[in-house]
């Protein structure tokens, strides 16, 4: 079922200076950077690949996606008064998003919140509950040719 480690989501209190953390100590370069609303969320997807690479989605390119909350109301910020910076959750890659759900489903594992979203790329991304995960907020992500 999962294709891939799409990207590692890190709670931040500073995007600014955890992008700049990124930048400075492992090379990397920001690929999106959104403001989310809706969310609560400000938002930085990092590719992690060799500079010049040419992966496909499904080769697997990676992202370290930095998260920093916007209001206080959410899960990340509660992660973030509770637990600090640091790894909130993992995002895996998946050919058919649909058809792991269902599988998922059958064995009882729940989507938080109930339905599939939009990701950052306009992908669909979906969340599992951590406590189905051994503790571990998993995200899927509909892989595509990005
Ligand atoms: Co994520």
Same mark, same amino acid.
């Given at each position: 079922?999962?294709?891939?480690?799409?990207?590692?989501?890190?709670?931040?209190?500073?995007?600014?200076?955890?992008?700049?953390?990124?930048?400075?100590?492992?090379?990397?370069?920001?690929?999106?950077?959104?403001?989310?609303?809706?969310?609560?969320?400000?938002?930085?997807?990092?590719?992690?690949?060799?500079?010049?690479?040419?992966?496909?989605?499904?080769?697997?390119?990676?992202?370290?996606?930095?998260?920093?909350?916007?209001?206080?109301?959410?899960?990340?910020?509660?992660? #973030?008064?509770?637990?600090?910076?640091?790894?909130?959750?993992?995002?895996?890659?998946?050919?058919?998003?649909?058809?792991?759900?269902?599988?998922?489903?059958?064995?009882?594992?729940? #989507?938080?919140?109930?339905?599939?979203?939009?990701?950052?790329?306009?992908?669909?991304?979906?969340?599992?509950?951590?406590?189905?995960?051994?503790?571990?907020?998993?995200?899927?992500?509909?892989?595509?040719?990005?």
């Amino acid at each position: 079922m999962l294709a891939s480690i799409d990207h590692v989501g890190i709670a931040c209190s500073d995007i600014d200076r955890s992008i700049h953390r990124y930048q400075m100590l492992f090379g990397l370069q920001v690929t999106k950077y959104e403001d989310r609303p809706v969310s609560g969320v400000l938002e930085a997807m990092l590719r992690v690949a060799p500079s010049g690479s040419e992966l496909t989605a499904l080769s697997g390119a990676s992202y370290v996606q930095l998260l920093q909350p916007t209001r206080s109301d959410t899960a990340l910020a509660q992660f #973030l008064r509770e637990r600090g910076e640091g790894v909130q959750h993992i995002g895996y890659g998946v050919v058919d998003l649909q058809a792991a759900l269902r599988q998922l489903r059958r064995h009882g594992v729940n #989507l938080v919140p109930d339905m599939p979203q939009h990701g950052i790329f306009g992908n669909s991304i979906a969340f599992l509950e951590a406590s189905s995960i051994g503790g571990v907020l998993t995200e899927l992500v509909q892989l595509d040719g990005r």
